[in-house]
């Protein structure tokens, strides 16, 4: 090009300069000539020279717009002769099955290639090539990219990219050679490739890339250094592809060293003065083979530490003292913590659709305040534990000029808030169940939650409309507003025709006393009618002779929670209480209804999880007058004893319908695997459960020996359409009336 543009330039150079009278444009089709006198640097009645000839043939071949240009001199005048560039009237691809096409286009474009721009076969060969290499991140190593360019009216042409892509290499074989202390079969377990299996349809770890070779490399490092192996490397690694390109094989060579001791940890530097709490901070174990685990965590709690004090860039720098003739290592552990700050200035950044203020008010570190490492990381939590955010991070940057000042951003990933929630269940007695509920999470970007809850089954029907405001009131108290209308058909075993009709709604109130507890109380109003029928059961019946038809209730409700729980979507550590009770004090009823619930999440390393939960419910009559029927505990089923049709546990009345009871206990247990093949990936699990439970009535003793139990096996999947749960299960203790129910999933679908 530049040879090129030196020929066409010839004529206008080596001219003697003279005053320009005039500027003549040829050869414009579509542009603008506007657009070239703008990007001359000479205009009418000035000076021309060479220089300005060879400074304005520059500036039109760098608007990209022109081909071609010349300039040339008829005696005071210059004419500029240009040949445009053809627009891309259309990009289209063929044979696109890998990426999203949408998605290629804009990506295209921003480098120049799309609709309506100048073609420039330069930036078209880029593509090309940018493409075949976005290919081979896939593992298609066949795949071949040709580009045709093919001209249309109005000096336009269409950029057609023809993609066969061929088959997938898959990795066919993994060596790690030169291992003693460990065997290659445990080695392979701790990196994501893997050889082709049956479930690499999902995970793809059978494609091979650089990018994720190169992240096998640092887990074995990894997995060396945190077993005393201080010296570990990789010397080399190999990878070949067959001739036909489907098959890919590793081979990664290491040195392993040999393994060492702790033999002790020294602090050296300023500690603040607080040398006793840094040390207790020490996760590193003398006698014990070095881990760089150890050390990296011994180093974020100390960065922690400082942080808490106000000092945001502290600096912690570890290094290690080698005796390699005794195979032992001491750990000296240096800090400083430069200067102390404050925060000038919080931000927000990433969210789109919810507002400032709903992410800013679950800021505990406030503006002009010392910096504090605790409240910054609070912060964080609260802001994550909303779930309207699939990531959340708070950056620290320093202010230019002011080094005891820093800034903090809240970045946010927003996701979608929304949910359909399905569930379904199979069984003899109500055959197919289905529940269905939508909820908007953070409705208009407020924060504020509003849900439609439906059930449709043949037993129990609802739908109930709720409201949620968690900032009611600038000091964190939230407000609650459910609507309800709920109809009730107790499982009987010869036909029924009789059903509770519970008309209501309540108004609650969430009063925040720590970061992790909660206290609510609030008041409703209901109205229960019993619309008798065939079989209606005994002690339905008398209390509908007491109390008549229909009965209204005003009940005053209270509340705690507390939950410490990691994530409410895939729990994995922590523990969530939850205790309500409900009085009803005036109107037809007096009663207290209470419940508490327990759950305990307890990691086994990065892969397992063992989910605890127990739930007991109680209930009374007060003042003389029994314990409202329609208010009974049932159990059996989603969310109490898998195994058992919903609502079938417990007392039964002498017409055979499973009645309720006043206390109910709820026992469930649920250990998490990955799925094998899919690596640490916590989406997709198996477990195992145990259930156990029953439901007894007021005259009855709490008896363990009556306890229903069940077990069986799931999986549990945040699938592309939402979260999905399947289990199977079997009765392990039963008894001749119980009711079976083997199978339930439930899914929940993000809009």
Do not use: C
């Amino acid at each position: 090009m530049a040879m090129a543009w030196a020929l066409v330039a010839t004529p206008a150079l080596a001219v003697d300069p003279f005053a320009l009278r005039d500027i003549r444009v040829e050869g414009l089709q579509r542009a603008d000539a506007g657009t070239v006198f703008g990007a001359l640097p000479f205009r009418i009645g000035d000076v021309y020279n060479d220089e300005k000839g060879a400074a304005a043939l520059r500036a039109l071949f760098a608007t990209g717009l022109f081909k071609d240009v010349r300039l040339e001199v008829e005696k005071d005048v210059v004419v500029v002769i240009v040949e445009e560039r053809p627009l891309i009237a259309a990009v289209e691809f063929t044979g696109l099955k890998e990426f999203d096409k949408d998605a290629l286009l804009k990506s295209l474009r921003d480098v120049g290639i799309g609709e309506g721009r100048p073609f420039d076969r330069a930036l078209a060969d880029r593509a090309e090539q940018e493409l075949k290499r976005q290919y081979l991140t896939r593992s298609l190593y066949g795949a071949e990219v040709i580009t045709t360019i093919t001209p249309v009216e109005r000096n336009r042409v269409n950029v057609s990219f023809n993609v066969v892509e061929g088959e997938v290499a898959q990795i066919g074989e993994i060596r790690i050679l030169g291992s003693k202390a460990f065997s290659e079969k445990d080695l392979l377990k701790q990196i994501e490739s893997t050889t082709s299996g049956w479930l690499t349809w999902y995970t793809k770890s059978d494609r091979y890339s650089r990018v994720k070779l190169n992240a096998d490399l640092e887990a074995l490092r990894a997995y060396y250094l945190n077993r005393g192996y201080l010296e570990f490397s990789v010397d080399s690694t190999q990878v070949a592809i067959t001739p036909d390109k489907q098959r890919i094989s590793i081979t990664i060579n290491v040195s392993e060293g040999q393994p060492y001791t702790v033999t002790g940890v020294r602090l050296e530097g300023d500690f603040l003065g607080r040398d006793e709490e840094f040390k207790q901070r020490v996760t590193i174990k003398p006698g014990a083979p070095y881990r760089a685990e150890d050390v990296a965590e011994t180093g974020r709690r100390f960065s922690e530490l400082y942080g808490n004090f106000g000092y945001a860039f502290a600096r912690i720098e570890p290094r290690t003292e080698i005796d390699r003739a005794a195979g032992r290592v001491a750990v000296v552990i240096g800090g400083q913590p430069s200067q102390r700050v404050y925060v000038r200035r919080v931000n927000v950044a990433g969210n789109e659709r919810t507002r400032d203020e709903v992410i800013r008010r679950e800021f505990r570190q406030f503006e002009s305040s010392w910096y504090d490492g605790r409240k910054i990381k609070l912060s964080r939590d609260r802001i994550d534990r909303l779930g309207y955010f699939s990531q959340v991070e708070v950056d620290t940057a320093e202010v230019p000029g002011s080094p005891d000042q820093v800034d903090l951003t809240a970045k946010v990933t927003e996701k979608a808030t929304g949910n359909i929630q399905l569930g379904a269940g199979f069984s003899s007695a109500e055959k197919v169940t289905f529940t269905f509920g939508i909820r908007q999470d953070n409705i208009f970007g407020t924060g504020n939650y509003l849900g439609l809850e439906l059930n449709t089954g043949k037993f129990n029907r609802t739908i109930v409309l709720s409201t949620v405001d968690p900032y009611f009131t600038v000091d964190g108290v939230s407000r609650a507003i459910d609507l309800y209308h709920r109809t009730q058909r107790p499982i009987n075993s010869q036909g029924e025709s009789y059903r509770f009709i519970t008309q209501g709604g309540a108004v609650r109130f969430g009063v925040p006393f720590t970061e992790l507890d909660t206290v609510f109380f609030g008041i409703g109003a209901e109205r229960t009618t019993i619309e008798a029928g065939l079989l209606l059961p005994n002690s339905y019946l008398l209390y509908r002779e007491q109390f008549g038809q229909t009965s209204a209730s005003l009940p005053l409700t209270l509340g705690w929670q507390r939950d410490g729980r990691d994530s409410a979507l895939v729990p994995t550590n922590g523990r969530y209480q939850r205790f309500n009770a409900e009085w009803g004090v005036a109107l037809d009823t007096n009663y207290l209804r209470s419940n508490y619930q327990f759950q305990q999440w307890v990691p086994f390393g990065k892969q397992y999880t063992l989910g605890l939960n127990a739930e007991f419910g109680y209930g009374k009559g007060l003042g003389g007058k029994p314990f409202p029927v329609f208010k009974n505990f049932f159990g059996g089923g989603l969310g109490s004893v898998r195994g058992f049709d919903q609502g079938s546990l417990g007392p039964i009345d002498v017409t055979g319908a499973y009645t309720g009871g006043t206390r109910r206990l709820n026992l469930n247990s649920e250990f998490y695997v990955p799925v094998p093949g899919s690596g640490n990936d916590r989406t997709l699990r198996i477990f195992s459960w145990v259930d156990a439970g029953n439901v007894w009535a007021a005259e009855e003793s709490l008896d363990f020996s009556t306890l229903r139990v069940a077990a069986g096996v799931g999986l549990s999947w945040i699938s592309p359409v939402g979260p999905l749960k399947v289990s199977m299960g079997v009765p392990i203790r039963k008894f001749p009336q119980d009711r079976i129910q083997r199978f339930q999933f439930q899914i929940g679908t993000a809009f």
